[in-house]
Nanobody
Framework: QVQLVESGGGLVQAGGSQRLSCAASRSIFRINAMGWYRQTPGKQRELVAM???????NYGDSVMGRFTLSRDVAKNTLYLEMNSLKPEDTGVYYC????????????WGQGTQVTVSS
């Protein structure tokens, strides 16, 4: 069983920056896709950013140009650099991963709360 452990959430003022980390318990070299989703009360979980096996990154419209996804394969860690944060970025951020040998199975982290104050 793969474990994904998120860290880096917390309280930040609007306009500020924060970096989230997702550490996997196995190599992320052969991923099908890996990324971040967020959930706010009353809304469905939405894609924030993801990277595919070919290295292509996709971003949600609301974070385009402000958030940057990166990975350190040697550390089995995925990062989400968040800049120019807005109150509407508040939510629980979940790390997600799918691996090549089982691309239809989603692994999820426990989530980390990000709160942006106005």
């Amino acid at each position: 069983q793969v474990q994904l452990v998120e860290s880096g959430g917390g309280l930040v003022q609007a306009g500020g920056s924060q970096r989230l980390s997702c550490a996997a318990s196995r190599s992320i070299f052969r991923i099908n896709a890996m990324g971040w989703y967020r959930q706010t009360p009353g809304k469905q979980r939405e894609l924030v950013a993801m990277i595919t096996s070919g290295g292509r990154t996709n971003y949600g419209d609301s974070v385009m140009g402000r958030f940057t996804l990166s990975r350190d394969v040697a550390k089995n860690t995925l990062y989400l650099e968040m800049n120019s944060l807005k109150p509407e970025d508040t939510g629980v951020y979940y790390c997600n991963a799918r691996f090549e040998e089982n691309p239809w199975y989603d692994y999820w982290g426990q989530g980390t709360q990000v709160t942006v104050s106005s």
